[in-house]
Nanobody, 120 residues
Framework: QVQLVESGGGLVQPGGSHGLSCAAA????????MGWYRQAPGKQRELVAS???????NYADSVKGRFTISRDNALNTVYLQMSSLKPEDTAVYYC??????????????WGQGTQVTVSS
């Protein structure tokens, strides 16, 4: 059974920093592209950052220079370090694991989400 368990959500002041982590179980972690998505009230879920199994990262323009995604394949964990947080970063943050197979399609798994609220 695949499980992605996020942790680290909470209330953060504007301009502050905060970190999220996502521990994966039930997958061969090193083969998966890992991502963080977020969904604010009334908005669609959007990609925040992703990191390939080779360690290449990709960021949404809105978080470039402020957020850093990293992974530890030995611990089956992906991290999102957030800094210079803004109220518009308030959302439920979801961890995603994705593996594309040439022939048989895509494995796509989601965590349950963790709330990050940026407010004074």
């Amino acid at each position: 059974q695949v499980q992605l368990v996020e942790s680290g959500g909470g209330l953060v002041q504007p301009g502050g920093s905060h970190g999220l982590s996502c521990a994966a179980a039930g997958i061969i972690f090193k083969f998966y592209v890992m991502g963080w998505y977020r969904q604010a009230p009334g908005k669609q879920r959007e990609l925040v950052a992703s990191i390939s199994n080779g360690g290449m990262s990709n960021y949404a323009d809105s978080v470039k220079g402020r957020f850093t995604i990293s992974r530890d394949n030995a611990l089956n964990t992906v991290y999102l370090q957030m800094s210079s947080l803004k109220p518009e970063d308030t959302a439920v943050y979801y961890c995603n694991a994705r593996r594309v197979y040439v022939v048989s399609g895509v494995d796509d798994y989601w965590g349950q989400g963790t709330q990050v609220t940026v407010s004074s």
